[in-house]
């Protein structure tokens, strides 16, 4: 049997990009964030990966809330901007163009773009490595009409895992957030 040394990533792709929103008001911010999933069906409760030190990670833990926003790939460039720049330092809102809209249950914002949303309670949080890993209840969810009649699809990201997301290579570096 002939077995080499592997990228152990490689093998959960395709994976799916998010657009997590959080923070409150004029401090609202959006993160691009691959690793988030399912984790409980009753309650409904979703886990999602930030890395430790980033800006969106700071305003979940204070607000305890978010959303996470399902992209078309038609969001694709917005996507790699919310990846590659800081909500310190700049508003991700402005500068992509994309549209906050409240909420039902929570106090972050939605991004009107994306054709699902869950929006998330924080129920706790476990220290992964280079990430923190946030357990939610997902308090609410909804889609377009046309994505939950089955009139259009959610496409998956395909290919390799963006420059963005790990420096290009699997398990090294990280996104500016």
């Not at 409150?24 to 690793?35: C, D, H, L, Q, R």
């Not at 009753?42 to 886990?47: D, E, G, I, L, T």
């Not at 998330?120 to 209840?137: I, M, S, W």
């Not at 909804?142 to 390799?160: F, K, N, P, S």
Request: net charge negative.
């Amino acid at each position: 049997m002939n077995k080499r040394p592997t990228d152990y990533l490689k093998y959960f792709w395709p994976m799916r990009h998010y657009l997590v929103t959080c923070g409150t008001g004029e401090g609202a911010n959006i993160i691009a964030v691959s690793f988030c999933m399912p984790v409980s069906k009753a309650p409904p409760m979703v886990a999602c990966a930030i890395g430790h030190g980033m800006y969106s990670g700071e305003l979940i833990q204070a607000t305890g809330e978010f959303i996470v926003n399902v992209p078309p790939m038609g969001l694709k460039r917005h996507i790699n901007y919310c990846g590659r720049h800081s909500g310190r330092d700049v508003d991700k809102f402005q500068a992509t163009g994309l549209t906050p809209l409240p909420a039902r249950r929570v106090s972050v914002p939605i991004i009107a773009e994306c054709v699902a949303h869950m929006e998330c309670r924080v129920t706790g949080f476990v220290v992964t490595g280079d990430k923190r890993l946030f357990l939610a209840e997902v308090l609410d969810a909804y889609a377009d009409e046309e994505i939950e009649r089955g009139l259009r699809t959610v496409e998956y990201a395909a290919g390799e895992f963006p420059e963005w997301v790990y420096g290009g290579r699997f398990g090294s570096g990280a996104s500016e957030e």
